[in-house]
């Protein structure tokens, strides 16, 4: 599934409503609504007057959060279908596939380099040809692992 990324601006703004939401949890009014640092940042919201105030707060924050790219962004990236990130750990750790093609990309970088250590100095026109055209394949390999990795 594609969807727009989520901006670094998305991102902070919508960690702000994440933020002001955990504070009016606790009962604290988040301390970029207070005009002062002396103001009872106490909140209750048994208050109509106070929750009133809040929620306009919170809409008013999430009128420019991409609260919703980020998120859903996230559900993307979790979700097992796209096979991003590695469902068996309790961290975000990448799928077991990138760590494979990495390993067989350094691997095959390896053989590469052997190759060309092995054939080039001959100065054999035959060898040339041969290392040409495992260069051919070699890009053409990388290409795949790229367009793998970035799908």
């Known amino acids: 599934m594609k969807m727009a990324k989520a901006s670094p601006a998305d991102i902070e703004n919508a960690m702000a409503v994440c933020g002001a ?4 949890a606790n009962s604290q009014l988040p301390t970029q ?5 002396e103001d009872d ?13 809040a929620l306009r707060n919170l809409l008013k924050m999430t009128d420019t959060s991409g609260l ?7 559900a993307v990236l979790l979700d097992p279908v796209n096979r991003i990130v590695d469902q068996d750990q309790d961290a975000l750790e990448i799928h077991p596939r990138f760590s ?8 095959q970088n390896a053989v ?8 080039s100095p001959s100065g054999h026109h035959e060898f040339a040809n041969m290392v040409a055209s495992v260069d ?6 990388n290409a795949t692992i790229a367009n793998a990795k970035g799908a």
């Open 100 to 107: 494979a093609m990495l390993a067989l990309s350094e691997e």
């Open 136 to 141: 051919d394949l070699i890009e053409r390999t």
């Open 21 to 24: 939401l955990d504070a009016l």
């Open 41 to 53: 940042d106490w909140f209750s919201e048994r208050d109509d007057l106070e929750a009133a105030a």
């Open 33 to 37: 609504w207070l005009d002062h640092e």
């Open 68 to 74: 919703f790219r980020v998120v859903t962004g996230m």
């Open 112 to 119: 590469i380099k052997a190759l060309r250590d092995l054939f």
